[in-house]
């Protein structure tokens, strides 16, 4: 019998986006661990996270239970303008390794914010709004979740506050244009508009920012005024279930042609793409119905589960977030500014470090240029100009591909392109003229990032 042709794009129809986000966590036999009062060390009840974080997702930050999720109907009516998003097969690219490998990708890339984050941006505006909030704060590194933040909160009508990493807004002012035009302000990282800004200022006058210090100002603004609350594009629970969108469409699409991967590559910053890529897998994998490898990817700038701990440790520099247990840096590591794009925070989505720490799922540190010369690859050979984030999946994709065309089996591989890179064309710049370099921390480098790890009762490292 031949094989079914299976198109260049697997789309899925409107009705298949699905209607429900899927919660890995209710099939983790080891939950991941509480978030903990950075000043009791006791797991934080949900009204002590109430001034920061909006009702309805301190509920879902806390579900360990429930293993589907509604979406709201007005959530779903946002996906649609911009959902399903394609399942491709990457023909072109197959062909120009030589592999015997089938190698997919899923695209979040094609709507504004050029990344999977709008998927959650919008839910989280959507519970804002319900909640008869003012307006919502929160920071953004390379620019792409401040920009779906904009877009969700101009839809629904919410005042947007976004604290840029500094190196990012001078570096990319398209991107802050881009914000404003959706109604956001948008204010360089650290700055002298907060407490905890004017002293990161103080004690280092030349930083060019963090993502964990803008976080600690955008947190500050939102419990120092009224009716707002902050909000975080990655690493928490509930983005992770928010992109299960991603992985749900693309096991549709798949299980329409009877494909199943073998292997399942993102890219991990926080972990928000690539925890919603690999859910509904993962979530197989967890009850014994079947097998995948699973492999994060992360910058040798910023190796937070190759070469971190894992440990209790602060979500931001200013120290005033509660404390999450994950394959840390320590939250004063900074990663290098050389370091093109996002994949700079120094901690891992819980839910990731437990299910990487209990043998589930493989990591992989990659650097820049090579990174780069992926991405270069696969623009030429699929066409679309791939986000220096995303790229790390792409070298991944690629090497295993090519070890297949070693052994010749003919593996499937799915990964994540989680968007396009329009924005980074001054990393695209220094990668064509030769001036990128791979900057890789020494053991010296990252022993100051642990220090800062907090030492108490069960939290040795
Ligand atoms: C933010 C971002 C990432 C990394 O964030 P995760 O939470 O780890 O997914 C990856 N790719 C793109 C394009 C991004 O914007």
Redesign the pocket.
Known sequence: MSEQKIPYKIYISEDEIPKQWYNVRADMKVKPAPLLNPATWQPLKPEELAPIFCDELIAQELNDTDAYIDIPQEIQDYYKTYRPAPTVRAYHLEKALGTPAKIYYKF??NNT?????LNSAIAQAYYAKKQGLKGVTTET??G??GT?LSMACAYLGLDCKVYMVKVSYEQKPFRREVMRTYGASVTASPSADTEVGRKILEKHPGTTGSLGCAISEAVEAATSNEGYRYVL???LNQ?LLH?SVIGLEAKTALDKYNVTPDIII???????????LISPFMGEKLRGEKDYRFIAVEPASCPSFTRGKFAYDFCDTGMICPLAKMYTLGSNFIPSANHA???R?HGM?TILSQLYHDGYMEAVAVEQTSVFEAAEQFARTEGILP????S?AIRVAIDEALKCKETGEEKTILF?L????YFDMVAYEQFHNGTMTDYIPTDADLQSGFEGIPQFPGNEI
């Open positions: 979040e890339g914010s050029g990344s999977h984050k590194g390379a792409q979740w779906a594009g990655s690493v983005v992109q993102g890219c991990a910053g926080g972990g928000s793409n690539l925890g919603g794009g996002g994949l925070f989505s986000a220096p984030e995303s790390h994540g989680t968007g396009t890179g």
